[in-house]
């Protein structure tokens, strides 16, 4: 992820909570950096699988006969990576600017409590996400049938905590 930001010009922070569990995080400039900063995030890792609990090998990551992808994580938030780092990688090419700055963040950790990700961040570096009022994340492909014809989607919101300090 460091690595394909970096190709298109972005400065990168990458932070290590320990070995192997490094986030990813940028900020694109926006047009009017005094508007509040929205964050867009994912995380890396991945949920533990047992290779004897699944049809398909669970990293393979293959194409089953039936067109389907298998492979863990091919939907709980790898595909939300993949699109968000093409959308910038896109928008940097193209040279657009956003209305307000977009903080863009790949965490090392979710699966497992965010302790290594998101809150190894925000204890350390809590000014990479200095002016941010607002995230969009993953839902970790989550859907329900409505009838026949129709699915939901659900897309859920919180409100803002007021800061304790």
Do not use: N
């Amino acid at each position: 992820m460091a690595e394909k930001l970096s190709e298109v010009g972005l400065e990168v922070t990458l932070s290590e909570s320990e070995p192997t569990r490094a986030s990813v995080v940028t900020r694109l400039t926006g047009a009017d950096s005094s508007r509040p900063a929205l964050l867009l995030h994912g995380h890396l890792d991945v949920v533990p699988a047992q290779a004897a609990d699944w049809r398909q090998p669970p990293f393979a990551g293959e194409i089953t006969d039936d067109g389907y992808l298998w492979g863990r994580g091919a939907v709980d938030m790898k595909d939300m990576d993949a699109m968000i780092l093409a959308l910038v990688r896109q928008w940097r090419r193209d040279g657009w600017t956003p209305p307000r700055d977009i903080v863009i963040a790949f965490f090392a950790d979710e699966e497992a409590g965010s302790t290594y990700g998101a809150h190894h961040l925000v204890d350390t570096r809590p000014e990479l996400f200095d002016g941010v009022t607002e995230a969009i994340s993953e839902v970790g492909g989550f859907s329900v049938s409505l009838d026949s014809d129709r699915r939901l989607y659900p897309i859920q919101g919180a409100p803002k905590k007021a800061s304790a300090g």
